[in-house]
């Protein structure tokens, strides 16, 4: 049954795709904003079996959503529910069929890995933010397995500096209740494994989009307490507002 679901529910994803893909091909020929890529992953999150609820209202553009990070279907929540494109690991632009996925929804891939290239991250985001588009930043960097989220990285918030004049930085928490543990993507497990995994799962999972009250870049200052707002933002709406912040990154 386990092996059953995952089939059946990794075939729903790639009905949805089948079906709305020639539609958002439609609206780019007259050069038009596609709604499709958002629908697509709202689908996609259902069809995966998620019960998703939203708390607060995500603005609808000038804005980096800045989100902790605990499983590949974060992409499909946020993604369906804000319509935000995202930041991601330029590595993923080469991934078989994902990759293409990530441009058809807008991505802005970024060389995390070279430490010199930090200007020309921050320049590409920028980019994107002054256009109006919104988008998505796992702040983290990477996905987290414990139950403490990891801090977030101040690096990537720099292309809000100079603040742009309506850019603001809205922190989301994505909770996932008492199945954060057990759909993470932990270890050395694959990305088939794990999608095996959480796809297969019984049931529908209940999972929370909280989008929190947006951050002036002007107000925080400078990057690094513009991670460190957001941070405590989310922490905060997870239950964690008792503990001791996480120390930040240095900087990049």
């Known amino acids: 049954m386990h092996l059953l679901r995952f089939i059946v529910r990794l075939l729903l994803v790639g009905l949805g795709l089948i079906a709305l893909l020639p539609l958002h091909g439609a609206w780019r020929l007259v050069r038009a904003r596609s709604p499709w890529p958002q629908l697509f992953l709202r689908w996609a999150a259902y069809a995966s079996g998620i019960r998703v609820r939203v708390e607060g209202v995500p603005l609808a553009r000038d804005v980096l959503f800045a989100a902790n990070h605990r499983s590949w279907l974060d992409i499909l929540l946020l993604g369906g529910s804000a319509g935000a494109a995202f930041v991601s690991k330029e590595e993923v632009a080469r991934w078989p069929v994902v990759g293409w996925l990530a441009k058809v929804n807008r991505t802005v891939f970024v060389a995390r890995a070279e430490r010199g290239a930090v200007r020309e991250q921050a320049d590409a985001l920028r980019n994107a933010l002054a256009s109006g588009q919104p988008v998505a930043l796992f702040a983290e960097g990477t996905v987290s397995e414990g139950e403490e989220m990891l801090p977030f990285r101040p690096s990537l918030f720099a292309s809000l ?92």
């Open 161 to 252: 500096y100079p603040p742009l004049a309506a850019a603001r930085v809205q922190p989301v928490a994505i909770d996932y209740g008492a199945a954060a543990r057990d759909i993470a993507w932990i270890d050395d497990e694959t990305m088939v494994d794990n999608a095996r995994r959480v796809l297969g799962r019984v049931g529908r999972m209940p999972v929370v989009l909280r989008f929190l009250p947006p951050i002036d870049p002007n107000a925080a200052g400078d990057r690094k307490a513009l991670a460190a707002a957001a941070q405590a933002a989310v922490a905060a709406a997870l239950g964690a507002s008792g503990a001791a912040p996480a120390p930040l990154y240095p900087p990049r």
